[in-house]
């Protein structure tokens, strides 16, 4: 069978995997989040943290929830890398710098996971689990009770109220998370990853050293690191250790278990607001992208020109042969259109427009399906956009389900697509501006901009990925990348609940002849070529400066 073949199979078996899953999860979430009724376990949660999960919030309430639990995280998990050396089951590990704390706690509570250390060389047992694991979790559920805030903003009329913040981030840990988790991890032991808390220990003998492991609670990290679009690996290798992902079928099912929740939830969200086609066009808005990624990423890596790569049917510099071209880029664009961040292979090893397609993918703002929750609210206010784009061409105000789009709401989503931009493209120029930054450059040219260009837009991006070839342990970029995370995260989720609010409290308006058609094919491409123009218009000069002049040169 040739790698194109093998490759398209994957990407065809994979779409059927996921058609399976979306109608029941889909439907599930909706229940979740529509149901008065709490579990028992939840109620001694919301017991121990004081709070009264029937009490409706306003967009403002909401928010400070959001945040209040937000900054307490980033607290507690910076305090337990710094006394990390105190710890039991610290492996011998020291404890963490203060800005490698910072830039790690920073990462894991904002969903991003970028990692500037070596896993296995700096975290033991107790940060792994006690710390890194849990934020996997509760920042995912932070995402999607965000997103559901949203989509109660477009459900409701004449209310400003969305909802309770601490009722929605637990029931998505205790409902969702929690057992998808569970099962995935499961299955990933039964295929081969390793699950214990042993220590560090001697495999062997190599050139008159020995190599060493440790073990590790990994199977369950990697299970949710997919499951809520963290990233994080337990290993430096990431998703290309073989103790995180050992066969080909581990490789496909960990891109299934990253791309699930976030498709579902746009079953979810038609549910919500009673209109399921609504709920289609999102998905074949996000589908046509994801797609069409992955096309152009098989394309750039299998006819790349030059004998070494004819004869291995491709790119394979820094890939996994286990798992070949095909499956590499299926990987690489599923992990950059979400807010994973986990790689199967090195990013910077890829050809030129290879890196740069994985670096559009984040700059589309992980919209394709993006993350948990921040995939679909990014969605919808690029849908407010094209409605707004579309009622600009026909003189007409804009509409989208039954809510006005005026000037009020659309300066809340103008905010939000500015915001992520920005914090890419000035702390890209700082670095690049400055001498010390320049250092970790292990690259010149067009490959050494890419890489510091790379790492803003995936810190800002709450992505996570690297280009592998940047040395980001250093006080500037612990600081500078930790930062754009922190404002990446949640000055987005200001105007996401904000123009929640506003919409909410809005009275439905009847559709009429004039309304546009939102639910139809014309509106997806619309919606389509819209996102596409606006990240072309915002990021082609630094795009021209780094990858595509890298690509166009080789």
């Not at 009673?274 to 808005?285: E, F, H, M, R």
């Not at 979400?338 to 790689?343: D, E, H, I, L, M």
């Not at 399906?369 to 990014?378: A, E």
Request: net charge neutral.
């Amino acid at each position: 069978m040739s790698p194109v073949l093998a490759g398209v199979l994957q990407l065809l078996a994979l779409i059927a995997a996921l058609a399976l899953a979306y109608r029941p999860l889909g439907d599930y979430m909706a229940k979740v989040y529509s149901s008065d009724k709490h579990l028992r376990v939840e109620k001694w949660i919301y017991k121990g943290i004081g709070a009264n999960p029937n009490t409706e919030m306003r967009w403002p309430a909401y928010l400070r929830g959001v945040l209040a639990f937000s900054a307490v995280s980033v607290l507690f998990l910076y305090l337990l890398q710094r006394v990390q050396g105190s710890l039991p089951g610290s492996l011998g590990f020291s404890s963490i710098d203060p800005d490698q704390a910072f830039n790690t706690a920073a990462s894991f509570v904002t969903n991003t996971n970028w990692q500037s250390y070596y896993g296995e060389q700096a975290m033991g047992h107790v940060v792994q689990t006690a710390g890194l694991a849990v934020q996997n979790f509760v920042s995912a559920a932070v995402g999607i009770a965000v997103a559901v805030a949203l989509v109660r903003g477009f459900s409701r009329s004449r209310t400003g109220e969305l909802g309770n913040f601490w009722a929605d981030l637990v029931r998505g840990v205790v409902r969702i998370l929690l057992p998808l988790s569970v099962v995935a991890a499961i299955i990933l032991v039964a295929c081969g990853a390793i699950q214990n808390f042993s220590g560090i220990h001697e495999v062997g003998q190599f050139f008159g050293g020995s190599q060493q492991w440790n073990g590790g609670a990994v199977a369950s990290q990697e299970a949710i690191k997919e499951v809520g679009t963290n990233g994080g690996g337990y290993f430096n290798a990431n998703s290309a250790h073989p103790f995180e992902n050992p066969t080909p079928f581990t490789n496909l099912f960990e891109i299934f278990l990253l791309l699930v929740i976030p498709f579902s939830l746009t079953r979810t969200f038609g549910r919500m607001i009673g209109s399921l086609k609504q709920g289609y066009a999102i998905l074949a808005t996000m589908a046509t992208i994801w797609v069409g990624f992955i096309a152009l990423m098989m394309w750039t890596e299998f006819n790349h020109h030059g004998p070494a790569f004819d004869i291995a049917g491709g790119a394979l510099e820094g890939k996994e042969t286990r798992f070949g071209v095909g499956a590499s880029s299926i990987f690489a664009v599923s992990t950059t259109l979400t807010s994973t961040g986990a790689v199967d292979s090195f990013h910077s090893s890829f050809t030129g427009l290879g890196g740069g397609i994985t670096m559009l993918g984040m700059q589309l703002g992980e919209i394709a399906p993006g993350g948990t929750g921040s995939g679909l609210y990014g969605m919808l206010i690029m849908a407010i956009i094209a409605v707004f784009i579309a009622g600009l061409m026909v003189g007409r105000t804009p509409e989208y389900l039954g809510k006005k789009i005026g000037t009020r709401e659309i300066k809340f989503a103008a905010c939000y697509i500015l915001i992520t931009p920005a914090l890419v493209l000035i702390f890209t120029a700082a670095a690049m501006a400055l001498p010390t930054p320049g250092h970790s450059m292990t690259n010149s040219g067009a490959h050494g901009f890419s890489e510091i260009l790379y790492a803003y837009t995936s810190g800002a991006n709450n992505n996570g990925s690297a280009f592998a070839g940047l040395n980001a342990d250093t006080q500037w970029f612990n600081s500078t990348i930790g930062i754009a995370m922190l404002l990446g995260r949640f000055l987005p989720m200001v105007f996401v609940l904000a123009l929640a609010g506003s919409l909410a409290e809005q009275k439905p308006v009847p559709a009429t002849a004039g309304t546009l058609r939102t639910e139809k094919p014309l509106f997806t491409g619309l919606l389509v070529g819209a996102i596409l123009i606006i990240t072309g218009l915002t990021y082609f000069p630094a795009l021209a400066l780094g990858p595509l002049a890298e690509g166009l040169a080789s």
